[in-house]
């Protein structure tokens, strides 16, 4: 079984019983539907397991972001080995995201920013304009693959509306805000959902305005 709470989670999406699951020390897999767990990655290499992503196009391809930057598996989580290529080593990864149509992964880096990869090059960073670099959680629209939302502690909300080629600031800003996860609609770019330790918040209107939905 699980030792402590979970800070990552992924169900796979056509075999409902089997989830991925990460915590400060180590990363677990079952097939059972939570009744069972082996572990998949503990320290070292792994520490705190803080996002977790499946590749689109191949669904036995994984990532974890810790830490220690990003893992990748091509077997479903048996081994695994550093995607780090130009990426800024030794921050925390927050979320990784692939774009809409699968063919680069972003990621947000604690205190550095955002980067991407296309899958034939390496990590470049992405930051122009953007607020802040605390980022804290970032997600790619479903709907839009070309807007894209990231998050940092104090500075609020960033959004890309050309793939992360540029940002601009999206509300939220304000002192004294910790802020933990993003969510996008599948179907509309428009509404976000974002998490912070004084509740959760929304926007209809892709960032002009927010309201506290849930405290």
């Not at 992405?126 to 804290?136: K, Q, W």
Request: charged share 15%.
């Amino acid at each position: 079984g699980l030792n402590m709470g979970p800070n990552s989670a992924l169900v796979h999406p056509t075999i409902a019983s089997t989830v991925y699951m990460g915590n400060s020390s180590t990363l677990f897999k079952s097939t059972d539907s939570g009744y069972s767990w082996s572990v998949l990655l503990e320290p070292p290499p792994l520490h705190n397991a803080d996002a977790l992503v499946m590749d689109p196009t191949n669904l036995d391809t994984l990532y974890v972001g810790s830490w220690d930057g990003v893992r990748r598996s091509l077997n479903g989580g048996i081994t695994w080995s550093g995607y780090n290529e130009g990426l800024y080593f030794g921050r925390g990864v927050t979320q990784p995201s692939f774009s809409a149509d699968g063919s680069a992964l972003f990621a947000g880096l604690w205190h550095h920013g955002v980067y991407r990869r296309p899958r034939d090059g390496q990590w470049a960073e992405r930051n122009r304009g953007l607020i802040a670099s605390d980022i804290r959680a970032l997600v790619v629209a479903p709907s839009k693959g070309n807007v894209i939302y990231s998050i940092a502690n104090n500075q609020g909300v960033a959004k890309s509306r050309n793939g992360g080629a540029s940002w601009e600031w999206a509300g939220l800003r304000g002192v004294g805000l910790d802020y933990y996860s993003l969510a996008v609609h599948p179907r509309n770019h428009r509404i976000v959902y974002a998490g912070a330790h004084t509740g959760v918040y929304r926007t209809s209107d892709g960032g002009k305005s927010w309201k506290r939905k849930l405290v």
